[in-house]
């Protein structure tokens, strides 16, 4: 997983236990992640947006911190936005990572994780040739959520 995913799943998870707000200081973050306070300003920025239903107060100075607020928490309107942000080819590790997302949002279930996890298996869709596998899969993957907002 890479150093921004981990970021961001930290930063969920402490929006989780916070009721959708978290306070934290960024040098603390760099120094926990091994990382330039740059890089969190760059999770941040990218993925806590207002669009992605967020909004972030900070103080810069040594007593600084962030602050992030889920200002949303429609959970359809949510899953809405994240289906039309799915690439168009998703790897089997790609769709798994997706998945505990989602249930971290608790936008989905654990029961239909699994379902989608293997709807989506390299198993399933071993037959498909690879340079249309992942293609396929996402757009599967993009159909089953869809149809959990109906």
């Known amino acids: 997983m890479k150093r921004s995913d981990r970021i961001s799943d930290y930063i969920l998870a402490a929006l989780s236990a916070g009721g ?71 790897s089997e590790p790609d769709v798994l990572h997706l998945l505990e997302r989602l249930e971290t949002f608790s936008l989905i279930t654990e029961r239909e994780a699994r379902l989608l996890s293997a709807c989506c298996s390299d198993a399933l869709l071993e037959p498909i040739p690879q340079p249309h596998r992942d293609r396929h899969r996402a757009r599967t993957f993009a159909n089953a959520l869809h149809r959990l907002t109906v």
């Open 20 to 90: 959708g707000i978290a306070e934290m200081q960024r040098g603390a973050m760099a120094r926990e992640f091994g990382c330039v306070p740059s890089q969190i300003t760059y999770v941040l920025e990218t993925r806590f947006t207002p669009e992605n239903g967020y909004q972030i107060e900070t103080r810069r100075g040594g007593g600084g911190y962030i602050r992030i607020i889920r200002v949303r928490d429609d959970p359809e309107q949510q899953l809405a936005e994240f289906i039309a942000s799915l690439p168009g080819a998703l």
